[in-house]
């Protein structure tokens, strides 16, 4: 992982969605691909240019293999991903539509729940710009939680510390989310949404979230199709989002997160941060995979300085 620009840990998993139309309970045909928050934002990253390393267990099981497969093939260094020989790959089911996609997880005693705080002592962290996990992980097991702290401590002397609240409430049937609060307070940047906010911490108001999470220099607050919000340093900054035709929803909070952690090492504006972010996630907003085509890049150009009024005229519909 020499010379990363943004290193992403976390699970991902084999994901199967509908092959063919129908109630979900009567569907035969099923398409395997793969789906994880921290390998999807590697992946969009990579997409844009960007150097980025995805780490993680997987089985040594067919699907475990698929799945380092196929981040590989975004351009995402793959090398830290490692195999466990006990526990097999997580696994998940996403029932795909356009107003929201539930998923059945079948992730319970898998490889990635098996890591530990002794990975973070394995990596090579200087050169790194930015290090991106997500609350998923602290929900995995002990060791996952022990690890996420373990991440928390370790010397920042490149590396800025990102971190996606992702909030999965089955995930935390039977573990304290309180540590969320703590975890995203210890990051540099910190990306949240308003729902999953209200959820978690009381409230979705970024002013509010704010005096929750002191400490980030960096705070976003998504407000879903409305746009998104964030706070750093002195500066609030509200950009609207664009208007999508929206196959399905998933994975756009990944893409956004990508955009703007993109724009942000580029050293851009805060608009053109969170432009950036919103154009990303549009690519992921039109397609029925957690990872889609990126837009193109006259388009996005173009976008990133348009005036208020362009912005808000723009409609991208399905690819």
Known sequence: MVD?????????MALFVPGEPGP????????????????????????????????????????????????????VDVSGVLVDPARPTGLYVKESSASGS????????????GLGPS??????????RIVHVS???AALSDSCLALMWALTEAPRSTHRLSFDLNWRPKLWSDRDPSVLRELANAADIVFAGDDEAELVWGTGE?????KILPDPRTLVVKHGERGATLIEGDSTLFAPALRVDVVEPVGAGDAFAAGFLAATLAGESLLRRLRSGHLQAAV??????DVGTPLPATLVRSLLDADDETWAATHLGET
């Open 4 to 12: 990363t620009d943004v290193l992403c840990l976390g699970e991902s």
């Open 24 to 75: 979900v309970d009567e569907v035969r045909t099923w398409i395997r691909t793969v789906g994880g928050a921290e390998s999807n934002v590697a992946c969009n990253l990579a997409m844009l240019g960007l150097r980025s390393a995805w780490v993680s267990a997987v089985g040594a099981d067919a699907f475990g293999r698929a799945v380092v497969t196929a981040v590989a093939a975004k351009g």
């Open 102 to 113: 539930p998923v059945r997880y079948y992730r319970c005693g898998s490889a990635a729940s």
């Open 119 to 128: 990975v973070v002592a394995g990596l090579r962290l200087d050169g790194v």
């Open 135 to 137: 609350g998923i992980n």
């Open 206 to 210: 970024p002013a509010a979230i704010r």
């Open 284 to 289: 992921a907003l039109r397609t029925h995979d």
